[in-house]
């Protein structure tokens, strides 16, 4: 029941649902006017996800990092609230033993699809812009919080679906080059792939 409003309606969002298993019955668990994405779970069980906050906010800039307790309750910004950067924060996983800190991949509203910059973001530091993140590659540099549409457009290396494995290590997807193809790497807080 919710449409894109810039497109008046004409395209789907998506909603989160949760489905038991065993009866196959299914309940929804958010209902924004625009899409929520992404989901995954904290080592709490609470459920992570990206929310397209429409109302009130600059469209371009207005995917924030959301968590809700597993039946759809007490929903909050985990990270992004009242922020500009980054503009969407696609596929965040918690690290593994690192709590507050997630790694996600950033880009722009019309950007490449869902494709961007690989960022770690450590929520005990900071929950707005530029704080408390730090970009792989670009080990001991501070991340400049550009507020851009187009963040990601040309940039390389380009990442998807990173895959926390511990606090220094992650599996991500990655074209390396604007020439290269697409493969899968081990990379590092080092630079290291």
Same mark, same amino acid.
């Given at each position: 029941? +919710?449409?894109?409003? !810039? ?6 969002? %998506? !909603? #989160? ?10 309940? +929804? ?7 929520? /994405? !992404? ?5 709490? $069980? ?5 929310? /397209? ?7 371009? *800039? ?6 809700? *307790? ?12 009242? &922020?500009?950067?980054? $503009? ?10 690192? =709590? ?14 869902? &494709? ?20 792989? =590659? ?19 290396? +380009?990442? #998807?679906?990173?895959? =926390? #494995? ?5 599996? %991500?997807?990655?074209?390396?080059? =604007?020439? &290269?193809?697409? $493969? ?7 630079? *290291?792939?």
């Amino acid at each position: 029941y +919710q449409g894109l409003p !810039c497109v008046f309606g004409s395209a789907p969002m %998506v !909603c #989160l649902y949760r489905m038991k298993r065993s009866t196959r019955q299914i309940r +929804q668990l958010t209902f924004e006017q625009d899409s929520d /994405w !992404c989901p995954s779970v904290l080592p709490d $069980g609470r459920v992570m996800y990206l929310r /397209w906050e429409y109302t009130d906010q600059s469209h371009a *800039n207005s995917r924030i990092l959301f968590y809700m *307790n597993p039946d759809g309750t007490d929903q909050r910004a985990l990270r992004g609230r009242g &922020s500009w950067f980054p $503009g969407s924060f696609f596929f965040a996983r918690p690290i593994p033993g690192a =709590p507050g800190r997630v790694i996600g991949v950033a880009g722009g509203h019309h950007d490449v699809g869902r &494709s961007g910059r690989l960022l770690i973001f450590d929520t005990n530091v900071g929950r707005h812009d530029g704080e408390g993140v730090c970009e792989i =590659p670009g080990r001991d540099k501070p991340v400049e919080p550009i507020v851009r549409d187009g963040l990601t457009r040309g940039a390389c290396p +380009q990442f #998807l679906m990173p895959w =926390p #494995l511990s606090l220094h290590y992650h599996l %991500v997807a990655a074209k390396r080059h =604007p020439d &290269s193809l697409w $493969g899968i790497y081990l990379v590092d807080v080092f630079d *290291n792939f």
